[in-house]
DNA sequence: GGCTAGACGTTAAAGATTTCACAAACTCAG
DNA sequence: CTGAGTTTGTGAAATCTTTAACGTCTAGCC
């Protein structure tokens, strides 16, 4: 019942649900008591009328003259992005970027944590780093427990290697930075963010897809 | 006229081409001569009716029961992407995300180098980190050159002001990496990379969007 | 030279997402 | 209590994207 309703929830709106929490939570911060689709918009640079629409796949959230309720709506995102709760995660490959990760580590407002980090080098074994204990990726199935999530940031030729471990040992999502598109059973999500292409595309509408003329503010 | 020509490209197919350069680059190295559709969709994972689509806006590059001649469909591409000139892109905040960046510095089979970085910690300015030097951001206005592109990885709390003084300084493109949704002229493209929310996102999805049932292999 | 299998390019349909625009419902000041 | 002013929630339209389906053409074999 409860995920059925969920279902039906188109996947641009889940997206954006992440933002519109993050941003409740800030306002929450600021002693804020309510906001308006429109400021919502401004803040976070989608258009009031996609706020409005997407806030709607709830149920009425909101009060007509008035706009939302922060706290309310607050506590309402919590419970649909399962914020009491914390995902753990695990790191594969503790190398440029998963340092900088592991370093971040995403628990600021987040309902998610690196529980554990693998790596093949044995001067990294051993090591914590950001407070989190590198492991050998030899032990990996040993000692991943039931971890659901994983990030992937080893380099593009072992990337389709560890997934299989990954999937194996019984994970159920990828986030994967290396440029390999890897191939998994259909019951695994797979998110790639391929920062390369990134900028890559972001050069390319900077050369092809002129924006407005260039005027003095 | 070339430039109309290129307007007239969905934003989605666009943000696939660097996808798809990459992979045909792959192949030329392989050796391989000729690709169907099927074969680069099992690899990119894009319907192989996308892609034909996708290739289609360019007008008729394969040939019928044949395929796509890979150095054809490569020259094409190198063309379309700009491969052959360098987009010089500089990177502001030197930190976790910053640092690995720059020992990464998308060289590898791209048409972007970060060419200069600026930071404002007193530590960090002078040295060099992966080849690129990094400068005291006090200096940026005057030792950033003509660069038209900009990797944003500071606080975000710094995130608008910094902003604010790439434009000026005559950026017309920023990739943001902060969570801070920044406000710029209408003729400066910004694409923000909110890897904290990708990875709720993805929770979010792993929990509310059941996939397949698991199945043994 | 003719035939078969394969693969493109494209038309058209379906699906997804965004945006417009407005009636209804509410707030708040006076 | 009233009325002016807001702001929601949502049909309907517009836009963008993906996918299916297939006629047409080519390669390669006999
Ligand atoms: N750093 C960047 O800015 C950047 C940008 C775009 C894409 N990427 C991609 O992200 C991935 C990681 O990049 P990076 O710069 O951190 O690379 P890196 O070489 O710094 O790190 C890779 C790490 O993985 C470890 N490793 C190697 N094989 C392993 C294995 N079989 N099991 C476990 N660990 C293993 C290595 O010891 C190393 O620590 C690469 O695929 C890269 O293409 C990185
Ligand atoms: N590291 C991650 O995994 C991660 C993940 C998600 C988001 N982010 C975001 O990316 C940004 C950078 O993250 P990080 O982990 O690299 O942070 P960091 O603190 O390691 O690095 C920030 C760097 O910016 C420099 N800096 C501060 N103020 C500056 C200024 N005014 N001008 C120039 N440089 C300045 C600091 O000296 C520091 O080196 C942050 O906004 C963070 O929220 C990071």
Do not use: C, W
């Amino acid at each position: 019942m409860d995920l059925e309703e969920h279902t039906k929830i188109p996947q641009a709106t889940a997206k954006r649900l992440p933002l519109y929490y993050r941003f409740l939570n800030n306002l929450h911060g600021q002693g804020k008591m309510r906001v308006s689709s429109k400021e919502l918009s401004e803040a976070v640079k989608v258009d009031s009328a996609t706020i409005r629409r997407d806030f709607s796949y709830f149920g009425a959230l909101g009060k007509k003259g008035y706009g939302y309720n922060v706290e309310y709506l607050l506590s309402f995102f919590r419970k649909t992005l399962d914020q009491d709760e914390t995902t753990k995660v695990a790191l594969i490959g503790v190398g440029n970027l998963g340092t900088a990760f592991l370093n971040y580590n995403f628990t600021k407002n987040n309902n998610t944590k690196i529980e554990i980090a693998f790596d093949a080098s044995r001067e990294r074994v051993g090591s914590e780093v950001g407070g989190v204990r590198v492991e050998h990726i030899d032990d990996m199935e040993e000692k991943m427990g039931d971890l659901a999530v994983a990030i992937l940031t080893v380099p593009a030729s072992e990337a389709q290697g560890i997934a299989d471990r990954l999937v194996d040992a019984g994970v159920s999502a990828i986030l994967n930075f290396t440029p390999a598109r890897i191939t998994v059973p259909s019951h695994v999500r797979v998110h790639h963010i391929d920062l390369a292409i990134e900028l890559q595309a972001l050069v390319y509408f900077l050369k092809h897809y002129p924006l407005d003329e260039e005027e003095e503010e």
